[in-house]
Structure formats: structure tokens, C-alpha cells
């Protein structure tokens, strides 16, 4: 199944990983990069575009206010997160912030792409294409406006049970917490209807991981075609 938008590289073999929070997306990405896949962590870069000094964190504050500062200047995350996604949150909050973030972590993501290394090649001496996959809570919501095209999508999912338990247990939320950032996200018809691939994170760890080397096997053997098809159009 593949989504259009801007491609950024045709030899990639790109993927889209996403998920409903706590429903064990990280488990899954871990297991990917343990298995010698890139995963570019879209958690991780939104942290980045908001680091002190940033574009990002100056922006924030100038569309939300100085008290979306800690005392050490940092972005105070708790409040930031009490005033978009919490119950009182003004009308458009999340947009106006997504709206700042986005595009930046837009363009890391680029760039963490084209330090991407190619394959070795085949037995005819042509490059393989490369296999990325792209850890994106919020897919469903954002795959319209991203600059980039995906040849799979996974969503993991687990009861909206299950994932309330784990927030309240592994992050200390409250409950009106945890079903606070649920209702801000995609439901899960809509994660599934954009997936070609769903894994059940609450299956055992061992008939999961099973299931997520498979669809590891697949793309590589997806990128060997790829990077034949790529050869055959220059000819």
C-alpha cells in the first residue's frame, strides 16, 4: 500500500510505523533496529526541534507564552501538555503547536534520510535500495501534509484498556490523564485503515517479534527489486 506525497528518495524502501500511545510501538521499533533496520524516532526529533536555543522552543514561547518555560529554560513539557492536550485546553491549541512542529521535524527526518547509507549492492553490481522506517505516533492524523511516500504501514495496537493501565503504571499519569491524550489521537479504525500490516502488542513478546521479523524479511526483499527496477529505468 503505498501513500503518495513528495518523494524525498526513490531507491528507499520507506515504512510507516505508528500506533496508539502505549500500545508497545517502541517495543516493536526496538526490535526493528535490533534486527539492523534504521528507525527514525519522531519522538525523539520533536524533542530535538525544541531543545533550548531553538527555533522551535522560540517559537513555542512566543505563541504560548513564557510559561511554557521551566526554571533551567527548558521547555516545560507538563504544562505544555496540561494546555494542549488537557481537558480546559483553548481551541486550536494542539494545531497552533503542531503547526510549529511539525515542519521542523519534517526537515530532520530529510535530513537523517540522506545520510542514509546504500546497500551493497546485488550480484549484477547495482545498489540496493534502502529500507527505513519511520516511527510516527501521530500518522494517521499528519500522513496528508508529510514530504514523504510510504510503501508499508504498521500500526500496534492493544486495547484501550491495556493502554491506560500502562500509562498509569509506567508514567505515573492520572486516569483523566491517560484518556486525555487518547482522545487527542486518531482511533484506532483510523490508525488500521491506513495500515497494510497490524501487530497485536498484546500477544506474547515472542509471537509478536515473530511477526514483526517477517515484515522485516519482506521489505529487504522488497529493496533488491526496488534497486533492480531503479537500474532497469537509467538503461
Not at 547495482?126 to 500522513?143: F, M, Q, R, T
Request: charged share 30%; aromatic share 4%; hydrophobic share 45%.
Amino acid at each position: 500500500m503505498a501513500y503518495m506525497v513528495r518523494t524525498m528518495n526513490e531507491r528507499l524502501v520507506r515504512v510507516g510505523l505508528t500506533g496508539g500511545i502505549a500500545a508497545g510501538k517502541s517495543t516493536v521499533a526496538a526490535r526493528m533496529r535490533a534486527l539492523g533496520v534504521p528507525v527514525i524516532d519522531y519522538d525523539e526529533l520533536a524533542r530535538v526541534v525544541v531543545a533550548p536555543g531553538s527555533a522551535g522552543l522560540r517559537r513555542i514561547v512566543e505563541e504560548f507564552g513564557v510559561r511554557a518555560l521551566g526554571r533551567d529554560g527548558a521547555l516545560d513539557r507538563a504544562w505544555l501538555a496540561e494546555h494542549v492536550f488537557g481537558a480546559n485546553a483553548a481551541p486550536g491549541a494542539r494545531e497552533r503547536l503542531d503547526a510549529i512542529e511539525h515542519p521542523l521535524i519534517y526537515e530532520e527526518a530529510a535530513r537523517i534520510e540522506r545520510r542514509l547509507p546504500a546497500g551493497e549492492g546485488d550480484d549484477a553490481g547495482a545498489p540496493d535500495a534502502a529500507l527505513v522506517v519511520h516511527d510516527v505516533p501521530l500518522l494517521a492524523e499528519v500522513i496528508g501534509a508529510m514530504p514523504f511516500r510510504f510503501d508499508h504501514i504498521v500500526t500496534v495496537e492493544a486495547s484501550e484498556r491495556t493502554r491506560i493501565e500502562r500509562m498509569m503504571t509506567a508514567r505515573g499519569m492520572t486516569r483523566r490523564q491517560a484518556e486525555d491524550r487518547i482522545r487527542h489521537q486518531s482511533s484506532r479504525a483510523q490508525r488500521e485503515a491506513i495500515a497494510d500490516a497490524v501487530i497485536d502488542s498484546e500477544q506474547p513478546f515472542e509471537q509478536m517479534f515473530d511477526a514483526v521479523d517477517m515484515l522485516v524479511a519482506q521489505w529487504r526483499s522488497e529493496c533488491g527489486n526496488t534497486s533492480r527496477r531503479a537500474v532497469e529505468q537509467e538503461v
